[in-house]
C-alpha cells in the first residue's frame, strides 16, 4: 500500500525500544499489535536475550513525529512491558557526522612520510607552482567540490541558518561519495550577503575543481552563482535550481513518452517562480515547449508588470504563452502543470480542466500540492517525496553531473550539459516500468549516475574540441 498523507509513519522517525519481557508463546506478535495499534509501522522485532526467566527485545518502528514515538512508548509500557531505552535513530546516524577525511596514502614509516610531507611534498608544491594546470592531478583538487550554503533557505525549514544547514551539507556530500566517488566538503557560510559569499567562496576555490551551492535564497542565488561563474574557471551549479529542473524534464520526457505527447506541443504551467521554479522554466523552454505560463504569488507572470524582477520577465519573453489571469484559466486544457510552491496553492479540483491524462509535478515539500487521490483519473503524479512514486530528487542529478565535469575538466555546467544528464535520467526507465507509470528512477536505479556522468562527459568534451 503506498502511503499518501503528511500523517503516516516515516523513516525520518525511526526509533528502536529496547524492552524487557516476560516469556510468550505470543510475545511477537502481542509487541506488533501494541505498536500498530497505536499508529506505529512495525520494521523489526529483534531477540537481543532470552533466560528462563524473561526475553529481551528490541522493536523498531516508523512514527510520525516525536509526539508519536512518546504515545507508542507509553502504550507499550502499558501494556506490561518493561522500556529500557529509546533510541532515535535519525540522531544515531548523525552522531559524530555522516562524514570523514580518509587518506588515500598510508603514513607507517619514515620513508611514507618523507613521500607525503617534507621534504618530498616539496618537489610537488614546486612542480605546481611551475604548471598550475598539475594541481589538477598531483592534488585532489580534480575530485574535490565545495558544497557552499548560508543556510537562508535550508530544505523546507526556511533560513535557520549556517549551523543548522551543517547535516544538511553533510548529507550531500556523502551522496557524491556515494553515489558518483567524489570528494565534497560542506562550506557553511556566517554571513548572507552576496558579495561576502562571492569573496570567500573565490578566495577557498583553488582548493576546489568544482562548486556546488546549495539551499540559498532566490533572488540572492541568481546573483551569488552569475558572479562566481564569471569569475571562476570550474564549474558553479546552484542544485536547488537546476539539479530539480533536470530532474523534472528527465520526468517530463517519459511522461511524454507514456501519453504519446511531444515537448514543442505541450500546454505548460509552472506554478511557483522562485529559485527551483526559475530554473524549471528555462530547462523547458531550452528543451522545447513552447506555450509555458509561469505563476507566482501574485498570479500568472505579466510582462507589463514594471516590477517584475529580471529573472522572471526572461521568462514572461522567452514563452509563447497565451494570456491568463488565475490559475483556473492557466490550467484550462494545459497538458502538464509542474508545482514548486505549497500544499493548498491551488485547489485539486481545478486540475479537472486539464487535458485528459494530465501530468501533474507536485514538488512542494514536505506535503505535495496534490496528492495521488486528489489528480484526475489517468493522470501521473511525480512529488518530492520518497515514500510516493516518481520522487523528484535531485540527488539522481548533481553527482553524476559533477563527476563528469570533473572529468572533462569543464570550466562550467552548461545548458547542454543539463539537457544531456535529464536524457540520460530519463533513459534509465525500461519501456516495462514505464508501462506502469514509472518516469523518474529510482535513485538507486543501478547505471544511473554513471549514465548521467558519462553523457555530461561527452557533451563537455564535445564543446572543448568545438573551441
Known amino acids: 500500500m503506498v502511503r499518501t498523507r503528511l500523517d503516516d509513519a516515516s ?30 509501522e512495525v520494521v523489526a522485532i529483534d531477540l537481543v536475550e532470552a533466560t528462563a526467566n524473561g526475553v529481551r527485545v528490541d522493536v523498531t518502528f516508523h512514527a510520525v513525529d516525536a509526539r508519536h514515538v512518546s504515545v507508542v512508548t507509553s502504550g507499550l509500557t502499558a501494556d506490561g512491558y518493561v522500556v529500557r531505552n529509546v533510541s532515535d535513530r535519525t540522531f544515531l546516524s548523525h552522531l559524530g557526522g555522516v562524514i570523514e577525511v580518509v587518506p588515500r596514502t598510508s603514513v607507517r614509516t619514515r620513508d611514507d612520510l618523507s613521500l607525503v610531507y617534507t621534504p618530498g611534498v616539496a618537489r610537488i608544491s614546486r612542480a605546481i607552482a611551475e604548471e598550475p594546470r598539475r594541481a589538477w592531478n ?66 577557498i576555490a583553488p582548493g576546489f575543481g568544482g562548486v556546488n551551492l546549495e539551499d540559498i535564497a532566490a533572488p540572492r542565488c541568481f546573483e551569488v552563482e552569475a558572479r562566481l561563474q564569471d569569475a ?35 500546454r505548460a504551467v509552472v506554478i511557483g517562480i522562485g529559485a527551483a521554479g526559475t530554473a524549471i522554466c528555462n530547462i523547458l523552454l531550452d528543451a522545447g515547449v513552447q506555450d509555458l505560463v509561469a505563476i507566482d504569488r501574485q498570479g500568472p507572470l505579466d510582462a507589463a ?21 488565475s490559475i483556473g484559466e492557466a490550467l484550462e486544457d494545459a497538458d502538464v502543470v509542474v508545482g514548486v510552491s505549497r500544499r493548498g496553492a491551488w485547489e485539486p479540483e ?66 547542454a550539459m543539463q539537457e544531456a544528464a535529464a536524457h540520460a535520467i530519463a533513459g534509465s526507465v525500461s519501456d516495462v516500468e514505464r508501462a506502469i507509470g514509472v518516469i523518474v528512477p529510482s535513485l538507486f536505479h543501478p547505471g544511473v549516475h554513471a549514465e548521467v556522468a558519462s553523457a555530461v562527459e561527452a557533451v563537455a568534451r564535445g564543446a572543448s574540441a568545438g573551441n
Not at 529496547?18 to 495499534?37: F, G, K, N, T
Not at 565545495?146 to 533557505?153: F, I, K, L, Y
Not at 558553479?236 to 506541443?265: K, M, P, S, Y
Not at 517584475?308 to 519573453?317: F, G, M, S
Open 138 to 203: 598531483l592534488t585532489g583538487k580534480g575530485n574535490a567540490v565545495a558544497v557552499v550554503t548560508d543556510g537562508s533557505a535550508v530544505l523546507g525549514l526556511g533560513p535557520v541558518g549556517p549551523l543548522a544547514a551543517l547535516p544538511v551539507m553533510e548529507g550531500k556530500a556523502a551522496l557524491f561519495k556515494t553515489f558518483a566517488d567524489v570528494n565534497a566538503f560542506p562550506i557553511c557560510l556566517a554571513t548572507t550577503d552576496p558579495d561576502e559569499i562571492v569573496a570567500t567562496v573565490r578566495a
Open 350 to 415: 481545478v486540475l479537472t480542466k486539464m487535458a485528459p491524462s494530465p501530468i501533474v509535478f507536485a514538488l512542494a515539500n514536505p506535503e505535495p500540492e496534490v496528492y495521488l487521490d486528489e489528480i484526475p483519473p489517468g493522470g501521473l503524479l511525480a512529488t518530492g517525496r520518497s515514500d510516493l512514486p516518481n520522487q523528484v530528487n535531485n540527488a539522481l542529478c548533481f553527482p553524476g553531473i559533477f563527476r563528469g565535469a570533473l572529468e572533462a575538466r569543464a570550466p562550467r555546467i552548461t545548458a
Open 232 to 266: 571562476l574557471e570550474i564549474p558553479v551549479f546552484h542544485d536547488d535550481q537546476h539539479g530539480t529542473a533536470v530532474v523534472v524534464l528527465a520526468g517530463l520526457l517519459n511522461a511524454c513518452r507514456i501519453t504519446g505527447r511531444r515537448l514543442e506541443d505541450l
Open 11 to 40: 523513516p525520518s522517525y525511526s526509533t528502536t525500544v529496547r524492552l524487557e519481557a516476560p516469556v510468550s508463546a505470543r510475545l511477537l506478535s502481542d509487541l506488533a499489535r501494541s505498536v500498530s495499534e497505536r499508529g506505529g
Open 305 to 325: 508588470d514594471p516590477e517584475l524582477p529580471p529573472h522572471q520577465r526572461d521568462i514572461v519573453a522567452r514563452s509563447k504563452a497565451r494570456h491568463v489571469t
